[in-house]
Protein backbone atom coordinates (compact mmCIF):
# COMPACT_ATOMS: atom_id res chain seq x y z
CA UNK A 1 0.00 0.00 0.00
CA UNK A 2 1.23 3.40 -1.14
CA UNK A 3 0.66 6.69 0.27
CA UNK A 4 1.57 9.63 -0.97
CA UNK A 5 2.36 12.30 2.56
CA UNK A 6 2.76 15.23 0.63
CA UNK A 7 0.30 16.78 -2.35
CA UNK A 8 -1.59 19.68 -3.09
CA UNK A 9 -4.45 20.30 -5.06
CA UNK A 10 -3.32 22.00 -8.52
CA UNK A 11 -5.80 24.66 -8.31
CA UNK A 12 -5.72 28.60 -9.03
CA UNK A 13 -8.53 28.56 -6.22
CA UNK A 14 -6.22 27.83 -3.86
CA UNK A 15 -2.62 28.43 -5.05
CA UNK A 16 -2.21 32.35 -5.03
CA UNK A 17 -1.41 33.75 -8.52
CA UNK A 18 1.47 35.35 -6.46
CA UNK A 19 3.28 32.43 -6.12
CA UNK A 20 2.69 30.46 -8.97
CA UNK A 21 4.55 33.47 -11.02
CA UNK A 22 7.14 32.80 -8.52
CA UNK A 23 7.09 29.31 -9.40
CA UNK A 24 7.64 30.11 -13.08
CA UNK A 25 10.06 32.65 -12.87
CA UNK A 26 12.14 29.95 -11.13
CA UNK A 27 11.67 27.35 -14.26
CA UNK A 28 11.95 29.99 -16.69
CA UNK A 29 15.33 31.42 -15.43
CA UNK A 30 16.64 27.62 -15.36
CA UNK A 31 15.32 26.56 -18.73
CA UNK A 32 17.07 30.12 -20.23
CA UNK A 33 19.98 29.06 -18.03
CA UNK A 34 20.55 25.99 -20.43
CA UNK A 35 18.75 28.16 -23.61
CA UNK A 36 15.93 25.50 -23.62
CA UNK A 37 11.86 25.52 -23.14
CA UNK A 38 9.56 27.60 -24.04
CA UNK A 39 9.08 31.67 -23.78
CA UNK A 40 7.76 33.12 -20.41
CA UNK A 41 4.75 33.92 -21.16
CA UNK A 42 3.91 30.21 -22.61
CA UNK A 43 5.30 28.53 -19.56
CA UNK A 44 3.22 30.44 -17.00
CA UNK A 45 -0.06 29.89 -19.19
CA UNK A 46 0.69 26.44 -19.17
CA UNK A 47 1.22 26.04 -15.87
CA UNK A 48 -1.71 27.93 -15.12
CA UNK A 49 -3.61 25.86 -17.04
CA UNK A 50 -2.53 22.54 -15.56
CA UNK A 51 -3.74 24.16 -12.34
CA UNK A 52 -7.50 23.74 -12.98
CA UNK A 53 -8.13 20.08 -11.58
CA UNK A 54 -10.05 22.02 -8.72
CA UNK A 55 -11.65 18.85 -7.62
CA UNK A 56 -8.62 16.82 -7.41
CA UNK A 57 -10.56 14.63 -10.23
CA UNK A 58 -7.02 14.65 -11.98
CA UNK A 59 -4.55 14.34 -9.15
CA UNK A 60 -6.95 10.63 -8.66
CA UNK A 61 -6.74 9.65 -11.67
CA UNK A 62 -2.88 9.93 -11.48
CA UNK A 63 -2.70 8.13 -8.02
CA UNK A 64 -4.65 5.38 -9.82
CA UNK A 65 -2.40 5.10 -12.44
CA UNK A 66 0.76 4.94 -10.36
CA UNK A 67 -0.70 2.34 -7.56
CA UNK A 68 -1.38 5.49 -4.84
CA UNK A 69 -4.03 4.36 -2.34
CA UNK A 70 -4.15 7.70 -0.87
CA UNK A 71 -2.44 10.58 -0.31
CA UNK A 72 -2.36 13.61 2.18
CA UNK A 73 -3.37 16.98 1.00
CA UNK A 74 -1.68 20.52 2.32
CA UNK A 75 -3.69 24.04 2.82
CA UNK A 76 -1.09 26.63 3.44
CA UNK A 77 -2.62 29.81 4.63
CA UNK A 78 -0.37 32.59 2.38
CA UNK A 79 -3.19 35.11 3.15
CA UNK A 80 -1.04 37.26 5.27
CA UNK A 81 1.43 37.42 2.29
CA UNK A 82 -0.27 37.87 -1.13
CA UNK A 83 -3.95 37.60 -2.36
CA UNK A 84 -5.67 34.90 -1.80
CA UNK A 85 -8.97 34.03 -4.02
CA UNK A 86 -10.39 32.33 -0.50
CA UNK A 87 -10.06 32.64 2.86
CA UNK A 88 -9.40 30.22 4.97
CA UNK A 89 -12.57 29.00 6.20
CA UNK A 90 -13.46 28.69 2.01
CA UNK A 91 -10.26 26.64 1.39
CA UNK A 92 -11.34 24.48 4.53
CA UNK A 93 -14.51 23.96 2.98
CA UNK A 94 -13.66 23.09 -0.09
CA UNK A 95 -11.05 20.46 0.93
CA UNK A 96 -13.91 18.69 2.57
CA UNK A 97 -15.99 18.97 -0.35
CA UNK A 98 -13.09 16.67 -2.26
CA UNK A 99 -12.69 14.81 0.66
CA UNK A 100 -16.74 13.24 0.19
CA UNK A 101 -16.16 13.41 -3.74
CA UNK A 102 -13.22 11.22 -3.54
CA UNK A 103 -14.27 8.64 -0.83
CA UNK A 104 -10.96 7.44 1.30
CA UNK A 105 -8.38 8.74 -1.02
CA UNK A 106 -7.32 12.23 1.16
CA UNK A 107 -6.18 13.42 4.39
CA UNK A 108 -6.43 17.21 4.93
CA UNK A 109 -3.70 18.87 6.80
CA UNK A 110 -5.03 22.56 7.28
CA UNK A 111 -2.66 25.61 7.14
CA UNK A 112 -3.22 28.65 9.44
CA UNK A 113 -0.90 31.71 9.78
CA UNK A 114 -0.28 32.04 13.43
CA UNK A 115 0.27 35.42 13.52
CA UNK A 116 -3.67 35.76 13.45
CA UNK A 117 -3.29 35.53 17.67
CA UNK A 118 -5.66 33.31 20.00
CA UNK A 119 -8.79 34.35 17.71
CA UNK A 120 -7.14 32.83 14.58
CA UNK A 121 -5.89 29.49 17.03
CA UNK A 122 -9.37 29.17 18.07
CA UNK A 123 -10.70 29.19 14.49
CA UNK A 124 -8.43 26.58 13.42
CA UNK A 125 -9.64 24.52 16.27
CA UNK A 126 -12.98 25.02 14.81
CA UNK A 127 -12.33 24.04 11.48
CA UNK A 128 -10.37 21.15 11.92
CA UNK A 129 -13.41 20.12 14.80
CA UNK A 130 -15.89 20.80 12.03
CA UNK A 131 -14.70 18.77 9.66
CA UNK A 132 -12.17 15.85 11.32
CA UNK A 133 -9.02 17.05 9.38
CA UNK A 134 -5.99 15.17 9.94
CA UNK A 135 -3.30 18.11 10.53
CA UNK A 136 -1.61 21.00 10.70
CA UNK A 137 0.42 22.77 7.81
CA UNK A 138 2.50 25.56 9.10
CA UNK A 139 4.68 28.09 6.54
CA UNK A 140 7.38 29.50 8.26
CA UNK A 141 8.69 31.10 4.80
CA UNK A 142 5.45 33.56 5.18
CA UNK A 143 7.52 35.35 7.96
CA UNK A 144 7.75 33.80 11.30
CA UNK A 145 10.02 30.48 13.25
CA UNK A 146 8.42 27.58 13.96
CA UNK A 147 9.24 28.06 17.29
CA UNK A 148 8.10 31.39 18.16
CA UNK A 149 5.60 31.28 20.75
CA UNK A 150 2.70 32.85 18.32
CA UNK A 151 2.87 28.96 17.41
CA UNK A 152 2.47 27.53 20.20
CA UNK A 153 -1.11 28.02 20.73
CA UNK A 154 -1.73 26.33 17.37
CA UNK A 155 0.75 23.37 19.00
CA UNK A 156 -1.58 23.18 22.27
CA UNK A 157 -4.70 22.89 19.57
CA UNK A 158 -2.79 19.71 17.93
CA UNK A 159 -1.79 18.11 21.02
CA UNK A 160 -5.35 18.09 22.32
CA UNK A 161 -6.18 16.26 19.45
CA UNK A 162 -2.91 13.98 18.64
CA UNK A 163 -2.54 16.06 15.55
CA UNK A 164 0.82 15.95 13.76
CA UNK A 165 2.02 19.46 12.34
CA UNK A 166 3.83 19.44 8.99
CA UNK A 167 6.86 22.64 8.60
CA UNK A 168 8.04 23.52 5.66
CA UNK A 169 11.69 23.80 5.57
CA UNK A 170 14.18 25.07 3.10
CA UNK A 171 13.81 27.04 0.31
CA UNK A 172 10.15 27.85 -1.50
CA UNK A 173 8.63 31.05 -3.63
CA UNK A 174 11.18 33.65 -4.60
CA UNK A 175 8.91 36.76 -2.91
CA UNK A 176 9.32 35.27 0.69
CA UNK A 177 12.06 34.41 2.96
CA UNK A 178 13.52 31.46 3.52
CA UNK A 179 15.71 31.65 7.05
CA UNK A 180 12.68 30.99 9.24
CA UNK A 181 12.27 27.63 7.28
CA UNK A 182 16.09 26.40 8.42
CA UNK A 183 14.96 23.11 9.43
CA UNK A 184 16.97 23.54 13.28
CA UNK A 185 14.62 26.19 14.45
CA UNK A 186 12.21 23.22 15.08
CA UNK A 187 14.12 22.01 17.82
CA UNK A 188 13.00 23.92 20.72
CA UNK A 189 9.26 23.21 19.76
CA UNK A 190 9.55 19.45 19.21
CA UNK A 191 11.35 19.96 22.75
CA UNK A 192 8.71 22.13 24.40
CA UNK A 193 6.17 19.89 23.18
CA UNK A 194 7.54 15.98 23.03
CA UNK A 195 4.02 14.70 22.62
CA UNK A 196 3.39 16.05 19.48
CA UNK A 197 4.61 14.70 16.38
CA UNK A 198 6.48 17.63 13.75
CA UNK A 199 7.12 16.75 9.85
CA UNK A 200 9.96 18.08 8.31
CA UNK A 201 7.93 19.12 4.55
CA UNK A 202 11.33 19.11 2.11
CA UNK A 203 13.50 17.38 4.40
CA UNK A 204 14.57 14.66 3.11
CA UNK A 205 16.12 16.80 -0.10
CA UNK A 206 17.33 19.97 1.54
CA UNK A 207 19.82 20.41 4.50
CA UNK A 208 19.38 16.29 4.68
CA UNK A 209 21.92 16.13 7.14
CA UNK A 210 20.34 18.69 9.99
CA UNK A 211 17.27 17.12 9.16
CA UNK A 212 18.44 13.65 9.38
CA UNK A 213 20.22 13.99 12.39
CA UNK A 214 17.11 15.98 13.83
CA UNK A 215 14.89 12.65 13.21
CA UNK A 216 17.93 10.31 14.32
CA UNK A 217 17.64 12.10 18.06
CA UNK A 218 14.30 13.61 18.36
CA UNK A 219 11.84 11.09 18.83
CA UNK A 220 9.14 13.39 17.16
CA UNK A 221 9.89 14.35 14.32
CA UNK A 222 9.74 12.67 10.80
CA UNK A 223 11.19 13.89 7.43
CA UNK A 224 9.68 14.03 4.03
CA UNK A 225 10.81 13.58 0.17
CA UNK A 226 8.70 16.40 -1.16
CA UNK A 227 10.21 17.81 -4.39
CA UNK A 228 12.40 15.31 -4.84
CA UNK A 229 12.09 15.19 -8.45
CA UNK A 230 11.71 19.30 -8.86
CA UNK A 231 15.30 19.85 -7.11
CA UNK A 232 18.74 19.95 -8.25
CA UNK A 233 20.17 17.56 -6.85
CA UNK A 234 23.96 16.41 -7.19
CA UNK A 235 23.75 12.78 -9.85
CA UNK A 236 19.71 12.90 -9.74
CA UNK A 237 16.83 12.46 -7.54
CA UNK A 238 17.27 8.89 -8.05
CA UNK A 239 20.54 8.24 -6.41
CA UNK A 240 19.65 11.33 -3.79
CA UNK A 241 16.97 9.51 -2.65
CA UNK A 242 18.89 5.92 -2.89
CA UNK A 243 21.60 7.85 -0.43
CA UNK A 244 18.73 9.19 2.11
CA UNK A 245 17.09 5.70 2.30
CA UNK A 246 20.88 4.58 3.46
CA UNK A 247 21.27 7.25 6.15
CA UNK A 248 19.55 5.09 8.99
CA UNK A 249 16.57 6.79 9.61
CA UNK A 250 13.92 4.85 7.05
CA UNK A 251 11.84 4.63 10.05
CA UNK A 252 11.46 8.55 10.10
CA UNK A 253 10.93 9.27 6.52
CA UNK A 254 7.79 9.72 4.82
CA UNK A 255 7.11 9.45 1.11
CA UNK A 256 5.96 12.33 -0.60
CA UNK A 257 6.00 13.93 -3.91
CA UNK A 258 4.63 17.54 -3.37
CA UNK A 259 2.26 17.44 -6.36
CA UNK A 260 1.46 18.97 -8.74
CA UNK A 261 5.19 20.02 -9.13
CA UNK A 262 6.08 17.29 -11.56
CA UNK A 263 2.48 16.81 -13.62
CA UNK A 264 4.58 18.64 -16.65
CA UNK A 265 6.97 15.87 -16.75
CA UNK A 266 4.91 12.63 -16.18
CA UNK A 267 3.66 13.22 -12.80
CA UNK A 268 2.81 10.41 -10.21
CA UNK A 269 2.70 7.51 -13.00
CA UNK A 270 6.49 8.30 -13.81
CA UNK A 271 7.84 9.15 -10.78
CA UNK A 272 6.39 5.93 -9.06
CA UNK A 273 7.36 4.01 -12.16
CA UNK A 274 11.48 5.12 -11.43
CA UNK A 275 10.98 4.33 -7.66
CA UNK A 276 9.50 0.96 -7.74
CA UNK A 277 10.86 -0.72 -11.12
CA UNK A 278 13.92 1.45 -11.81
CA UNK A 279 17.19 -0.16 -10.49
CA UNK A 280 18.45 2.63 -8.24
CA UNK A 281 16.11 4.49 -5.95
CA UNK A 282 15.90 1.21 -3.73
CA UNK A 283 18.95 -0.47 -4.11
CA UNK A 284 20.15 -2.08 -0.98
CA UNK A 285 17.01 -1.17 0.74
CA UNK A 286 15.34 -3.50 2.88
CA UNK A 287 11.18 -4.58 2.62
CA UNK A 288 10.59 -3.90 5.90
CA UNK A 289 11.82 -0.26 5.44
CA UNK A 290 10.54 -0.06 1.96
CA UNK A 291 7.28 -0.32 3.54
CA UNK A 292 7.57 1.93 6.38
CA UNK A 293 8.70 4.93 3.75
CA UNK A 294 6.04 4.34 1.54
CA UNK A 295 2.98 4.21 4.03
CA UNK A 296 3.70 2.91 7.01
CA UNK A 297 5.29 5.88 8.71
CA UNK A 298 2.81 8.06 7.50
CA UNK A 299 -0.02 5.97 9.50
CA UNK A 300 2.14 5.91 12.55
CA UNK A 301 1.97 9.94 12.64
CA UNK A 302 -1.15 10.69 12.02
CA UNK A 303 -4.03 10.67 14.30
CA UNK A 304 -5.26 7.64 16.49
CA UNK A 305 -8.46 7.78 14.32
CA UNK A 306 -7.20 8.48 10.98
CA UNK A 307 -4.57 5.88 11.50
CA UNK A 308 -7.38 3.36 12.32
CA UNK A 309 -9.24 3.79 8.75
CA UNK A 310 -8.35 1.45 6.36
CA UNK A 311 -7.42 2.88 3.45
CA UNK A 312 -8.96 1.32 -0.23
CA UNK A 313 -6.59 -0.20 -2.82
CA UNK A 314 -6.11 1.25 -5.83
CA UNK A 315 -8.58 0.08 -8.79
CA UNK A 316 -7.76 -3.46 -9.89
CA UNK A 317 -4.57 -3.53 -12.95
CA UNK A 318 -2.79 -0.12 -11.35
CA UNK A 319 -0.98 -1.58 -8.53
CA UNK A 320 2.57 -1.63 -9.85
Not at 266 to 273: A, C, I, K, T
Not at 290 to 313: M, Y
Request: aromatic share 10%; glycine share 10%.
Amino acid sequence: MIYDGHCHVASTDFIPEAFIGDVVAGMSRRLAAASAGPAPQRLHDDYVAHHQDHHADRLVAEMDAAGVARAVLMVPDFSLVMPTKLGLAEMARRHHDIQRRHPGRFWVYLGADPRRGPEGADAFADLLDEYGFDGFKLYPPCGFSPSDRIVYPYYEVCRSRSLPVFVHTGPTAHSLTFTPAEALLIDQAARDFPDVTFVLGHGGVTDVEVTSYLAAYRPNIYLDTGGFAASPLPGGWPAHLNRLFRMGVNHKIIFGTDWPLNQLTGGLPRLLGEILEGDEVLAGVPRRDRDLILGGNLLRVLSPESASVAAPGPPPGTVR
